[in-house]
């Protein structure tokens, strides 16, 4: 993750400076899941993720930040502020735009995956793998059998979109998907 632009003391500042943001934006987020975990060490998670399997450092970044616009008062003017524009544009990349309806939503990810910067696409996989990985091992108590599977199946399709940049991320998403259909099938034999 070493950026010819910014030396190792600098990267990590700018990790430790948008972690901060995010744990102060998402304080009192829970996860939906039974674990109720903190929210913020979702992105954490994602972040993570995208560190372990070299992705650049603003993707890395902006996984740490990708949830703010979207969940928490930050705005995407905050975003450029803190942390300049190229950074806020993959996090906006990544945004779902809260008024349109939750099914408006979910088609639009789909679509617009293709056409997403390799930025966003890594940050795309990485947040479907940390979310497999929830629903499979902590699910939200109110989400049945039918809505994890099509939560499983949606994840797939925007995934789709979004591989093909880093082999290392496509292969656990793989890996992520058929174990999370796996778990499925466990307990639907029940």
Not at 51 to 72: F, M, Q, R, W
Not at 121 to 146: E, M, T
Request: glycine share 6%.
């Amino acid at each position: 993750m070493t950026c010819p632009m910014h030396s190792a003391p600098d990267q990590a500042a700018r990790l430790l400076r948008a972690t901060l943001f995010a744990a102060r934006a998402h304080a009192g987020q829970t996860r939906k899941g039974a674990a109720a975990e903190p929210y913020v060490n979702h992105v954490i998670e994602v972040a993570s993720l995208l560190a372990e399997h070299g992705a650049p450092e603003n993707a890395v970044i902006a996984g740490l930040l990708h949830d703010t616009i979207e969940d928490t008062e930050a705005t995407h003017a905050d975003l450029v502020a803190a942390f300049g524009q190229a950074i806020a544009d993959i996090v906006a990349e990544a945004t779902d735009d809260k008024s349109l309806p939750k099914e408006v939503r979910k088609a639009l990810q789909i679509s617009h995956a293709p056409s997403t910067s390799d930025a966003a696409k890594q940050l795309k996989l990485a947040d479907k793998i940390a979310n497999l990985r929830a629903i499979a091992d902590s699910p939200p108590a109110n989400w049945n059998h039918a809505r994890r599977t099509e939560y499983v199946g949606w994840a797939g399709r925007v995934a789709a979109g979004c591989k093909g940049v880093n082999p290392a991320l496509d292969a656990l998403f793989e890996e992520s998907y058929r174990a999370a259909l796996a778990r499925l099938a466990e307990e639907a034999r029940g």
